[in-house]
């Protein structure tokens, strides 16, 4: 995250992935991602083998694509506002799209933060135990119940997105 003279926080422009081999690798990544959340989670599925795999990554890369590449001319930055506004979508559609047996909150969840954090702009939220008192989980939960729209779900982020500084000054 970017901030002026003044400290306000500025946006950071949508990720634009047009080239074949970052899209795969993002979606790779997002496939291991999703492999490690069932090793270390209570999950009920393990990895999908053959042609549901296939099937998996086909998913995740159209998710990816209509998130990060050009389409009809129109690039992320026409669409999205910024960062923000792209994580929340591609969370959305994962979430929604249902794409794996298991893990697609979690999934989308920590894809979505670590795309803010890879981009320099983590966010933090409260990690409690307590469902109901976890931020992480009121805002993939809100995602799936539809209890709050895409906006205020992006504005969310924003809010608890950590300011990182160019200035070694404030170390």
Request: glycine share 6%.
């Amino acid at each position: 995250m970017i901030a002026d003279v003044d400290g306000r926080v500025l946006p950071v422009a949508p990720l634009v992935l047009d080239d074949a081999g970052s899209l795969e690798a993002m979606a790779g990544a997002v496939m291991r991602l999703h492999s490690t959340l069932l090793t270390i989670g209570r999950c009920y599925t393990t990895d999908a083998t053959g042609e549901r795999a296939a099937r998996e990554l086909r998913r995740v890369e159209s998710v990816l694509v209509g998130a990060f590449c050009t389409i009809f001319g129109q690039s992320p930055a026409d669409r999205f506002t910024d960062i923000f506004d792209q994580v929340t979508y591609v969370a959305e559609h994962m979430v929604k799209d249902h794409i794996f047996e298991d893990g697609n909150k979690r999934t989308s969840l920590v894809f979505a933060l670590s795309v803010l954090r890879f981009a320099g702009t983590p966010v933090e939220l409260s990690d409690s135990s307590e469902p109901k008192d976890n931020q992480y989980y009121a805002w993939i939960h809100d995602l799936v119940a539809r209890r709050r729209t895409l906006d205020d779900l992006a504005n969310e982020l924003r809010c608890h997105c950590i300011v990182i500084s160019d200035d070694a000054s404030h170390v």
